[in-house]
């Protein structure tokens, strides 16, 4: 580690918010699925700034059309239109099969609007129609409504008091839904697949039957796909998988590949619960993220690129099968879908964080999630190649 190194970790943790516990790398910059530090080593990414550069680093189209943007035009008020959000709003309305989207600058602040827009709707339906189900171990943000949207207690203690109104089910079990959703339930919010929580997916026939109860309820599903969206299943949307379609769908990490943004998407029916005034923005969907989103919208939402991703995402499970097989008394499921994988640990010899730490060591930058997740959401544009480095360091540190 170099002295420059060792300098910005002093600055950093004496001036940043100690929020974070971060890894003791400078990154610097990156090319594709690799990232470099400040002193030139190499580290092939498969966390992707947490599924977020969905199309690598330094990705030409993205940055010259980001360059060009901000040649013309950075930000204007959303009190007047611009093209690039005009041609973002077109293109996640014709992917999602729904008829309004939104631009925010984060997941949570997505899935905030989604949450208003959803109460404003319910509130026309019956004053007392305010309940919103979540799941255990989902991950929604960090606003206060979202951190409570948050099936995690550990997110919650000392910020109360939290908004009213939320419950939460287990994930994934039909019949807990069932025991809790009633006319007085105003949305049922869940990933499609669990991210944070550890790389959970649903059964089969999990989404329909919550479709069903919805329907039943007269209340709104709202998928969270900010992180299994864009394309990271193998089709833009998670949803797709499962043969149903939400009321609001909530986007962001990947959708502007690096630059912020978020987005929700909601029926015509619920659109017209906002009238103009109910909400807003003073950044969000501004011409340079968009510019950023529509070159992502473009490019992952055709058969080619998503169909690679179906292909590496296979050839990667089965890989990470196979280490299960080499290692099984330290990994005991495979879980995920696409190129959002997860390997449980069991009784490893070293901590979740430590094998993160050991990968980091040989040049292979991985996230462990809930203490005993090793999870995988690589750049989508990965190679089989780039899993065999990621694979054959991972078999040295189980290994070791
Ligand atoms: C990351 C994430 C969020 C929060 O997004 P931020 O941009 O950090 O606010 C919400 N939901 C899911 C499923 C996420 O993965």
Redesign the pocket.
């Given at each position: 580690m170099s002295e420059t190194q060792e300098k910005i970790f002093e600055r950093d943790d004496k001036n940043y918010l100690p929020v974070f516990k971060r890894y003791k790398i400078v990154l610097e910059r990156g090319e594709g699925p690799y990232v470099y530090d400040i002193d030139g080593k190499k580290y092939v990414d498969f966390l992707a700034g947490?599924?977020v550069n969905v199309l690598g680093h330094n990705y030409a189209p993205l940055v010259e059309a980001i360059t060009n943007q901000a040649k013309k035009l950075i930000h204007v008020s959303n009190l007047y239109y611009t093209e690039p959000q005009a041609n973002a709003a077109a293109k996640l309305v014709e992917l999602s099969g729904l008829d309004r989207a939104f631009f925010a600058n984060?997941?949570?602040?997505a899935?905030e609007g989604a949450i208003k827009i959803a109460r404003k709707f319910a509130k026309k339906i019956s004053e007392d129609k305010t309940q919103i189900i979540t799941a255990w171990d989902?991950?929604?943000?960090?606003t206060l409504a979202?951190l409570t949207a948050t099936g995690q207690p550990k997110y919650h203690k000392g910020f109360e008091p939290l908004p009213a109104a939320f419950d939460y089910v287990k994930y994934n079990d039909i019949a807990d839904l069932e025991s809790k959703i009633s006319d007085k339930t105003c949305a049922v919010m869940l990933?499609t697949i669990q991210?944070?929580g550890g790389v959970y997916t649903p059964t089969e026939n999990y989404f329909k039957k919550v479709r069903e109860l919805c329907d039943k309820h007269g209340a709104l599903l709202i998928l969270?796909?900010?992180?299994?969206g864009m394309g990271r299943t193998g089709k833009f949307f998670a949803y797709e998988n499962y043969g149903i379609k939400p009321d609001i769908v909530?986007l962001?990490?990947g959708l502007a590949g690096g630059v912020p943004i978020?987005a929700f998407v909601v029926t015509e029916k619920v659109a017209q619960a906002f009238h103009a005034g109910d909400h807003g923005t003073t950044f969000g969907g501004n011409p340079l993220a968009c510019a950023a989103a529509n070159v992502v919208l473009d490019t992952i939402p055709n058969e080619k690129f998503l169909s690679h991703v179906v292909e590496v995402g296979k050839y990667f499970k089965e890989k990470l099968f196979d280490l299960q097989k080499k290692y099984s008394e330290q990994i005991s499921e495979v879980r995920g879908e696409g190129l959002i994988l997860g390997l449980q640990l069991s009784n490893p010899k070293i901590s979740g964080v430590e094998i993160v730490n050991e990968c980091m060591k040989r040049g292979a930058i991985i996230n462990c999630t809930v203490g005993t997740v090793l999870r995988f959401v690589p750049p989508l544009i990965i190679t089989t190649a780039q899993v065999d480095e990621v694979v054959k360091i991972l078999d040295e540190v189980f290994g070791n």
């Open positions: 947490i599924a984060s997941g949570a602040e899935n989902s991950f929604h943000g960090r979202t990933e991210g944070e969270d796909e900010i992180q299994c909530t962001a990490k978020g």
